[in-house]
């Protein structure tokens, strides 16, 4: 199957500082990008959307200064938390729609970022 | 009423018995239809979609779908303790291309 990294797998910053989380789809091309959310012992909430080539559409109360998303080519999406404080400590986790599947439902997780902030 | 809703469990079945999770969703117009296992501190991963009514089968998983009652199933046959997890229940609405996810069953087999 299609395999989608995420790089840090962990990472741990102090309050104010920017974090950089990359989605990578390793072995397809993704024109659809997905940015989630993940709190404990809740459920994945979207907070954008990114299409290759074209600015991200977020959800609504997900701030667009904040969470700054680039998707620059069909295998690269980058999510950048900036100042981040402890509240954004979470696990974000990325997912990327297979430009080539014959179903546009095909969608493929990568396997998250945990994030701390202190 | 949220868009997806599934009970949170603990759902606590013995080990060989079958695992029964419920979901029911608010948009009657949803064509594609998910369920998700994640472990603690993993990612979820596709177990099964369903797009029309009636029963769908791959291995020990069944997914079962009601558009009429709004109602989507998945039963775990000879359940193991490796599927021990949490299962979420997801679909994508007829107004939007994200998927939508509940906040997903804990599912517990005791040996």
């Known amino acids: 199957g299609a395999v989608v990294s995420q790089h840090p797998s962990r990472v741990i910053c102090k309050s104010g500082t920017s974090v950089k989380i990359e989605c990578r789809s390793l072995?397809?091309?993704?024109?659809?990008m997905f940015w989630y959310r993940q709190f404990p012992k809740q459920s994945l909430m979207l907070m954008a959307t990114?299409?290759?080539?074209?600015?991200?559409?977020?959800e609504q109360g997900v701030e667009k200064d904040k969470f700054l998303i680039n998707h620059a080519s069909l295998t690269l999406s980058t999510l950048t938390v900036t100042s981040a404080h402890p509240e954004d400590s979470s696990f974000y986790i990325c997912?990327?729609?297979?430009?080539?599947?014959?179903?546009?439902?095909?969608?493929?997780f990568g396997p998250g970022t945990r994030l701390t902030v202190l | 009423q949220k868009e997806v809703e599934q009970n949170s469990g603990p759902l606590s079945v013995p080990e060989g018995a079958i695992a029964s999770l419920n979901c029911t969703y608010s948009?009657?117009?949803?064509?594609?239809f998910f369920w998700y296992r994640q472990y603690s501190g993993k990612s979820p991963e596709l177990i099964m979609s369903?797009?029309?009514?009636g029963d769908k089968e791959d291995g020990r998983f069944t997914a079962q779908l009601n558009k009429a009652s709004q109602y989507v199933s998945l039963l775990i046959r000879d359940s193991q303790p490796s599927d021990s997890a949490t299962y979420l229940c997801?679909?994508?609405?007829?107004?939007?291309?994200?998927?939508?996810f509940g906040s997903g069953t804990r599912l517990s087999i005791r040996p």
């Open positions: 990114s299409n290759e080539g074209s600015k991200a559409t977020y």
């Open positions: 997912s990327a729609r297979d430009r080539g599947a014959s179903s546009t439902d095909t969608q493929y």
């Open positions: 072995d397809f091309q993704a024109t659809t």
């Open positions: 369903i797009y029309s009514n």
């Open positions: 948009d009657r117009g949803s064509q594609s």
């Open positions: 997801a679909l994508r609405g007829s107004s939007a291309s994200k998927i939508i």
